[in-house]
């Protein structure tokens, strides 16, 4: 992990029914810092991780947005590995895990009912479960990270505002539409990470708005009214890969007049 830019590496980028793609989850890398978000829903995390050119020792801090299968799950499997270099002296410092009431609940239920009781005698020493409320600001080693409730109907989950190193500002909405009651927040971002989970023109085939989500229309409206620079759209279905970086920027762009990145898994975007 040498180079010095600010980056964003997508471990993965698909919705929570997708087999084609990883679920969505990434880095947020700095010089000094790297900081996962979410993990998706299972033990392939590890697995992108390695692919991904990092370590699990490289790992100090991790931010889950809610408590779905999709992102919490291979949180599961990215403590307990953790857990287990602590035990064999290859860990150093803490794993500081970062979400909601009910984030921290879950993660903490799941790993007392299946792990053994040496890993979950870590919790508090080594792996630190720190709940944070909608609001609360807290530094990421050289990452600035405000805190929000998105605001959703179907479980309770947060966004978060991050100020890079140098001053670049990226703001993660989670994986439902924007809030107007959060357009403070996420308005002149240099960074909107939105979720668009596919094409205006497939709506009937995948019903993204009776899932509460949106398409790649829609994002790029959302971030034309926010006046963000750069929009990256993620949480997509996977039944059209082979199209999705030119069709979504496309739909996107008819909206949204800034740079407009849909990665693939593993692609690492400079910010």
């Known amino acids: ?35 996962l978000v979410d993990a998706g829903g299972g033990n392939g995390i590890i697995s992108q991780i390695e692919k991904a050119g990092a370590r699990l020792t490289d790992i100090h801090h991790l931010f889950i947005t809610h408590a ?3 992102h919490i799950l291979g949180a599961v499997w990215v403590v307990r590995m953790i857990m287990q270099r602590v035990l064999n002296g290859e860990y150093e ?35 630190m479960l720190c709940e944070k409320t909608s609001g609360d600001e807290f530094c990421v080693d050289d990452i600035r990270i405000e805190c929000f409730d998105i605001l959703s109907d179907k479980e309770k989950q947060y966004g978060f505002r991050a100020t ?34 596919c094409l205006y023109k497939d709506r009937d085939v995948f019903k993204p708005y009776e899932k509460f989500h949106s398409t790649a229309m829609d994002a790029g409206k959302v971030a034309s009214e926010l006046g963000v620079k750069n929009l990256l759209l993620y949480h997509t279905e996977d039944k059209t890969l082979a199209t999705r970086k030119a069709e979504y920027t496309r739909e996107a762009a008819i909206n949204f007049k800034g740079n407009i990145f849909v990665p693939d898994d593993l692609e690492t975007i400079d910010i």
């Open 164 to 197: 890079m190193p140098g001053g670049t500002t990226l703001v993660c909405m989670g994986d439902e539409p924007c809030n107007r009651a959060n357009y403070p927040i996420a308005r002149g971002a240099d960074w909107l990470m939105c979720e668009a989970f």
């Open 93 to 127: 410092g803490c794993l500081n895990v970062y979400g909601n009431d009910k984030v921290i609940s879950t993660l903490r239920q799941i790993c007392l009912m299946t792990l053994h009781k040496n890993f979950n005698a870590l919790f508090g020493s080594r792996i």
């Open 68 to 70: 779905h299968t999709d």
């Open 1 to 35: 992990m040498d180079n010095n830019s600010n980056k964003i590496i997508m471990l993965g980028t698909g919705s929570a029914g997708v087999t084609r793609c990883y679920n969505t989850c990434f880095f947020l890398k700095t010089a000094n810092t790297l900081l």
